[in-house]
C-alpha cells in the first residue's frame, strides 16, 4: 500500500559528501513527519534527523552542522545532505514515515535501507 525508496547511498572519502533521498508513495492521506536512522554493524538503530511537517527539525548530536533534512512535501520526499562525511558515519540509512492511510489507518513505514560507507 505504501513503501519508501531510498537512493544515494554510496562510499565516499571522509571529508567528502553525499545527499541522501526518499519518496514515499501509495495510498497516503498524511504524512506526520520523515526522517532518517542509521544502524552500524554491531549497534542498534538510531535516529540521525527527523522532519516534521510543521517543519520543525532535530539532529542526533554527532550529525549536527554537517547533515541537513529538507523536505519537499508536494512530492512527499525528505532528502539528507551529509556533509564532511567521517568514517564514524558509516552505516545503513533507513527512511521512516509515521502517516495515515487515506482509509484513515495509521501506519509507521520504514525504507529498505541504503548503505552509506566513508572510507578512503
Known amino acids: 500500500q505504501v513503501q519508501l525508496v531510498e537512493s544515494g547511498g554510496g562510499l565516499v572519502q571522509p571529508g567528502g559528501s553525499l545527499r541522501l533521498s526518499c519518496a514515499a508513495s501509495g495510498s497516503i492521506f498524511s504524512i506526520y513527519a520523515m526522517g532518517w536512522y542509521r544502524q552500524a554493524p554491531g549497534k542498534q538503530r538510531e535516529l540521525v534527523a527527523a522532519s516534521t511537517s510543521g517543519g520543525s527539525t532535530n539532529y542526533a548530536d554527532s550529525v549536527k552542522g554537517r547533515f541537513t533534512i529538507s523536505r519537499d512535501n508536494a512530492k512527499n520526499t525528505v532528502y539528507l545532505q551529509m556533509n564532511s562525511l567521517k568514517p564514524e558515519d558509516t552505516a545503513v540509512y533507513y527512511c521512516?514515515?509515521?502517516?495515515?492511510?487515506?482509509?484513515?489507518?495509521?501506519?509507521?513505514?520504514w525504507g529498505q535501507g541504503t548503505l552509506v560507507t566513508v572510507s578512503s
Open positions: 521512516n514515515a509515521p502517516l495515515t492511510l487515506r482509509d484513515y489507518r495509521y501506519l509507521e513505514v
